[in-house]
């Protein structure tokens, strides 16, 4: 089928642009794939898919041979002998182009069963796009933790080694402990937090939940942002949905105008006769065969009249549905590609900070060299470093999050 295999292009487009847009991506393009594959939702519709097809071959049908049978109680003369019985067999035949408009119709309905197939796939490889997003945030800000308690052990250190000096109290490196503290608690926070998500992804992909998934170490900003129109948004199968359902109504019309055409019969009659013993005579008990047509007139055509209404008013309400869809589909794009800006807008505004959290940590080191250093100077930059390196962590994953929602909804 051309238009089944045009969605299937549009599917491994799909594939190949969230490939294209993460270097980092066959990890997570390894997890969609999984998840397609095993997913009940997606086995689901693609059986409704196959049912749909198998009424293809359902509507190549005509009506039932009629076969009769009569036996002559009381049986009737006539000029050459007695009738004893009767057996007929007739066939009705429906209108020219019944029969294909009828498979046609169900082809249509197929194609759009297919669309639903396709819109299942997509809607699964944005799920678990977002949850891999999130596992890369949970487990990124851990590996930040974990250099950031590393950092506040080196300055316990430089502490204990200050307050042996006298040129710092026991208090600051009760400070640094009790902000190391805090850390291992967000840390473990965190473990907990990727647990959940970890369980809703291998949800996602059919199997055991306690089952390990990795992610990639990092993540880079892209330099550039990935071009957008919202034309692109006529390829959402979202939409293509309705063009197929607005095709099997037009189909269903059609074969609503062969079906109010009339049916024609072909039939048969044998009638066995007796031979008369009272009597010699030309075609003495002949027996009698009867060709016979039939045609079958739908002069009440109320009911195929009504149906050519409802495909009207059907046809009506799919292109307001589309209208809807499209509107809804054109705000979600507007409001992810500005949440996608927003996220860069963040991450090189934490990247600007971050650097100059450094430059004040380096000046912070230099006057340790010095002989002079304040511990309450340097938890308060620690902490701004960590606020900065979150944010960004944050920032990186709501672009990419984004950018996947953004791959739905116009590739």
């Known amino acids: 089928m051309i238009k089944q295999k045009k969605y299937i292009k549009i599917a491994l487009f799909f594939g190949i642009c969230l490939f294209a847009f993460n270097s980092y991506g066959q990890d997570l393009q390894t997890y969609i794939n999984e998840a397609i594959s095993n997913s009940p939702e997606i086995q689901k519709f693609q059986l409704r898919f196959d049912i749909a097809s198998e009424k293809v071959n359902e509507a190549n049908w005509v009506p039932n041979t009629e076969v009769s049978a009569g036996y002559f109680v009381s049986e009737p003369e006539t000029r050459v002998g007695a009738q004893r019985a009767r057996f007929s067999i007739k066939q009705m035949l429906p209108w020219f182009g019944t029969i294909t408009a009828r498979e046609n119709y169900a082809t249509s309905m197929a194609e759009a069963d297919y669309v639903e197939v396709t819109i299942a796939k997509r809607k699964l490889a944005l799920s678990v796009s977002q949850i891999y997003y999130q596992l890369y945030e949970i487990r990124a800000k851990q590996l930040v933790l974990d250099q950031n308690i590393e950092l506040l052990q080196n300055y316990e250190r430089l502490a204990l080694t200050s307050v042996e000096v006298g040129k710092a109290s026991a208090v600051d490196v009760l400070k640094l402990q009790i902000r190391q503290n805090e850390l291992q608690q967000e840390k473990e926070v965190l473990t907990q937090q990727s647990k959940g998500f970890q369980a809703a992804a291998n949800s996602l992909l059919n199997r055991d939940f306690d089952k390990e998934i990795t992610v990639v170490d990092t993540l880079e900003m892209p330099i550039e ?186 590739e």
């Open 225 to 410: 942002d990935m071009q957008l129109s919202f034309d692109a948004l006529s390829l959402n199968p979202e939409l293509l949905k309705y063009d197929k359902l607005n095709e099997s109504v037009l189909q269903s019309e059609l074969l609503n105008l062969r079906e109010a055409q009339p049916m024609f019969g072909f039939g048969l009659d044998y009638i066995p006769v007796s031979e008369r013993t009272d009597i010699n005579m030309t075609d003495n008990g002949k027996d009698i065969v009867m060709p016979m047509v039939s045609i079958s007139i739908p002069i009440f055509n109320n009911r195929y009249k009504s149906i050519t209404k409802q495909n009207d008013l059907r046809q009506q309400e799919i292109h307001s549905q589309k209208d809807e869809r499209l509107n809804v589909l054109k705000a979600e794009l507007a409001k992810t590609i500005s949440q996608r800006n927003q996220a860069r807008i963040k991450f090189n505004t934490q990247q600007k900070n971050l650097e100059q959290a450094e430059n004040a940590e380096e000046i912070l080191i230099k006057n340790y060299e010095t002989g002079t250093i304040d511990f309450n100077d340097v938890l308060d930059i620690q902490e701004l470093q960590l606020k900065f390196q979150m944010s960004q962590i944050e920032s990186v994953k709501q672009y990419y999050a984004q950018s996947a929602l953004i791959h739905y909804l116009v």
